[in-house]
């Protein structure tokens, strides 16, 4: 347990943001599964918008640090493909 003040600042502080992230890697992932539902259904064009949303979620994140870029640019790349694929249908 904390025993100075700055300790017990910190700790707050540190349970503030994790709270933050938490809620912000919720939304992150709730717009990755829209994205993988939409393509499912085979809707392009709904399929492509969603996708927009998703890499603009996943580009937030990756700028506030709270996940690594190879990691967006994975999630990015397969949707994308998924995306292609639904086209060439």
């Known amino acids: 347990m904390a ?11 540190g349970e503030k943001r994790r709270q933050q992230n938490a809620s ?7 717009h990755l599964k ?3 539902k939409v393509i ?5 064009e ?3 918008a969603e996708y927009q949303s ?5 580009d937030r994140m990756v700028s506030k640090g709270l996940i690594h870029k190879n990691k967006a ?8 493909a998924r995306i292609k694929a639904l086209a060439a249908r």
Request: no cysteine.
């Open 73 to 80: 640019a994975r999630h990015k790349s397969r949707l994308n």
């Open 54 to 58: 998703m890499a603009s979620s996943v």
């Open 3 to 13: 025993n100075t003040a700055q300790a017990k600042k910190r700790a707050r502080q």
């Open 34 to 36: 829209k994205a993988i």
């Open 46 to 48: 709904k399929a492509k």
């Open 24 to 30: 912000q890697r919720s939304t992150m992932r709730t």
């Open 40 to 44: 499912a259904e085979g809707n392009l």
